[in-house]
């Protein structure tokens, strides 16, 4: 949760802050800014003060017992349409490239369909060191049913997932199985 404070003693009631606040939110009660409940906690108040009175106080956000060691790689989901990848795809392949590379691990993209693996190799042209291809299990068939079909996932996954296993891909009838593609 965040809170904007105003320091009461700092605070000269010039109004820099009323008139730069885009939600109306800042008002001048006696010569001191308050805060009324349209605050968005945007910030555009704390850089006009010309006194330094305002503090935006942001809660930091985190998991308790979160192991961020069983998370790795960096991820982009690659977006296509008739066989072409989306230029926003391009867009994220570029910064997850960057960031990558700053942290020292994997550009892994992920992709959904069938016939895409034209799209995997541009996509690793671009900079994605590996590419993860969700297509649908020929025919349409679950090599025996839905326990078998899981099983099958998370055998092909466990080098993508490493000891954190997950199900297959499924939706309105349509059935996935994951392979990879190596720069």
């Keep these: 949760m965040a809170r904007l404070l105003i ?7 010039c109004e820099a802050c009323v008139e730069e606040c885009p939600f109306g939110a800042l008002e001048i009660k006696g010569d001191v800014a308050t805060v009324t409940e349209k605050c968005t906690f945007c910030g555009a108040c704390i850089d ?14 985190g998991v308790e017992g979160l192991d961020i060691s069983d998370y790795k790689d960096v991820w982009v989901f690659i977006e296509h349409k008739m066989g072409r990848i989306a230029n926003v795809s391009f867009e994220l392949l570029g910064e997850g490239r960057k960031l990558a590379d700053t942290l020292g691990c994997k550009l892994s993209g992920m992709l959904l369909g069938d016939g895409v693996e034209e799209c995997a190799r541009e996509a690793i042209k671009h900079g994605a060191d590996k590419i993860y291809l969700a297509e649908r ?8 049913g839905s326990r078998q079909f899981d099983q099958t996932i998370q055998t092909r996954n466990r080098d993508l997932w490493g000891d954190h296993p997950r199900k297959g891909f499924r939706g309105n009838h349509c059935h996935y199985y994951m392979h990879g593609f190596d720069s």
Excluded: S
């Excluded at 320091?7 to 009631?13: H, K, P, R, S, V």
């Excluded at 006009?48 to 956000?61: F, G, T």
């Excluded at 299990?137 to 025996?144: K, M, T």
């Design 48 to 61: 006009v003060c010309p006194v330094e009175a305002i503090v935006l106080e942001k809660e930091e956000k």
């Design 137 to 144: 299990i020929p025919n349409g068939r679950l090599y025996g």
């Design 7 to 13: 320091d009461e003693d700092a605070c000269t009631g």
